[in-house]
């Protein structure tokens, strides 16, 4: 990597009076701002020219690794496939110049585009109704909560204040649920990484009363799908409950399953994960939440207007692309790809749960324990060979969880490319572990300290200036 590139600020590369444009003569006679108005002091702004600006721009932005650059194996909270024709339709000045106070009848067809997408989704999840209000995932499961929420408060059954959340599941559901001031009860996992029946049975019988909700993710967050829905929401709705579905990765149930079906009442779906939209460093994203028939008068205002609107036409435009009868390759695409992964890597890296996956899975560090190296050298040096690094450290079921997920378009070369990468990392481990404890080596930024980051981090120019003082 080339050092000149990295390292400097703007600001460092300011000189004083470089300027990168020319503004016409202003014709306009003298006009004095209010004097409480007026900056106390001159602002501190680089001063470049337009070479200097563009490159140091352009450079940082090369920094930047995504699903354009490279491999993205990250697992869960995946981006999966961003379709690039989505992004020209939600480029389109019509959809993109809507402003959210026009007249309603200016904007019929972004109207229809919605209530298409309530149709699609409708179809592929057996729920009645959406709302396409809350911004993200965390956000659309907070919404669903409500939605519980106020359904037992409208029968009186105020008590109803438990949650039962698994021990897998994502961190977001047990978050969600004391933000909306319920309390959370785990549920344990079997050993083969299922929702534990006879535990599920004991908290049942002991506060079935008190129960709220049963929040689930199916296939889970280890990739596996639960095979006991039916007997779990029998038990749920048995005591009163409603049952939940984390949706946010519902690509490998595309036209093969439905919630709805299974037996859930709500459920949200990240349509910035399941149907395209790249996101990042939080956002862009829709968490639609979809109701059983008889809960939609229970939706909250969680937020003003129509929520994420372009976001909701990448979904319609990539369920379009694909079509009925497409979408269900989706799914087994994933879940064939997921398993091709694993089954070439399981003889060096350590697999908890053997057998058939979805679309992801875990592993629990290298197989060889002895040598030292850990899921987070594992991941940093697989930056070294340009690729991303796996979801690491979640769940928190295993010490050294590393959790693969491929989606469903990713060539056979390139899982092959992956998997070559990651067993000579297997390798090193073997015969020089120092290397990889140390990695990245050719990155611009070695390895940091994530806890210093964390805590202390530094993000202003000004801060690091006063540091060095
Ligand atoms: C990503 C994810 C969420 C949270 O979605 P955000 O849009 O990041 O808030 C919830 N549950 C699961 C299983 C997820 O993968």
Redesign the pocket.
């Known amino acids: 990597m080339n050092n000149r590139l990295y390292g400097k600020l703007i600001f460092e590369l300011s000189h004083e009076g470089r300027k990168g444009y020319s503004l016409p003569r202003n014709p306009f006679p003298q006009y004095e701002l209010p004097d409480e108005l007026r900056r106390k002091e001159e602002a501190q702004l680089p001063e470049c020219d337009e070479l200097t600006v563009v490159r140091h721009y352009t450079n940082l932005s090369q920094n930047n690794f995504g699903v354009d650059n490279g491999f993205y194996p990250l697992g869960?909270?995946?981006m999966k496939y961003n379709p690039k024709i989505n992004e020209e339709i939600a480029a389109l000045p019509q959809f993109q110049n809507l402003h959210p106070l026009q007249p309603s009848y200016t904007v019929k067809g972004a109207k229809a585009v919605v209530a298409m997408l309530e149709r699609s989704l409708s179809a592929l999840t057996g729920l009645a109704h959406f709302t396409f209000k809350p911004y993200?995932?965390?956000?659309?499961?907070l919404t669903g909560l409500m939605v519980i929420d106020n359904y037992h408060r409208s029968r009186g059954d105020k008590q109803r204040r438990k949650v039962i959340v698994p021990d897998s599941?994502?961190g977001?559901?047990p978050a969600s649920a004391a933000v909306c001031g319920l309390e959370i009860l785990e549920v344990k996992s079997t050993a083969e990484g299922l929702v534990d029946l006879a535990d599920l049975e004991q908290l049942v019988s002991q506060e079935g009363s008190n129960v709220a909700a049963m929040m689930m993710?199916n296939p889970n967050?280890l990739g596996l799908f639960e095979r006991q829905i039916p007997e779990i929401a029998q038990l749920i709705h048995g005591c009163g409950g409603l049952m939940y579905y984390?949706g946010?990765?519902l690509n490998p149930m595309l036209g093969a399953c439905r919630p709805g079906d299974m037996g859930f009442d709500v459920m949200?779906i990240?349509l910035?994960?399941t149907f395209s939209t790249p996101?990042g460093g939080g956002g862009p994203?829709s968490?639609p939440v979809g109701v059983r028939e008889g809960l939609q008068q229970y939706f909250p205002m969680v937020s003003p207007y129509q929520g994420n609107f372009t976001v909701m036409l990448r979904a319609l435009a990539y369920i379009l692309t694909l079509g009925r009868d497409q979408i269900k390759e989706v799914g087994p695409l994933a879940t064939l790809n997921a398993n091709y992964i694993k089954e070439s890597l399981k003889d060096v890296y350590e697999l908890p749960i053997d057998g058939l996956c979805c679309h992801e899975f875990v592993f629990d560090g290298l197989k060889d324990k002895s040598t030292g190296v850990t899921t987070m050298d594992v991941a940093k040096r697989l930056l070294d060979y340009g690729y991303h690094a796996p979801t690491i450290y979640f769940p928190l079921l295993f010490h050294e969880s590393l959790m693969v997920e491929p989606t469903e378009n990713e060539s056979l070369e390139t899982l092959d490319g992956f998997i070559s990468v990651m067993r000579r990392i297997a390798e090193e481990a073997q015969h020089d572990p120092e290397l990889l404890k140390t990695a990245p080596h050719s990155t611009p930024i070695g390895r940091v300290d994530d806890v210093l980051a964390a805590k202390h981090p530094v993000v202003t120019y000004r801060q690091l200036v006063n540091d060095e003082n």
Do not use: W
């Open positions: 869960s909270c995946t993200a995932g965390a956000h659309g499961e599941a994502h977001t559901n993710t967050t984390d946010a990765n949200h990240n910035h994960k996101h994203g968490g």
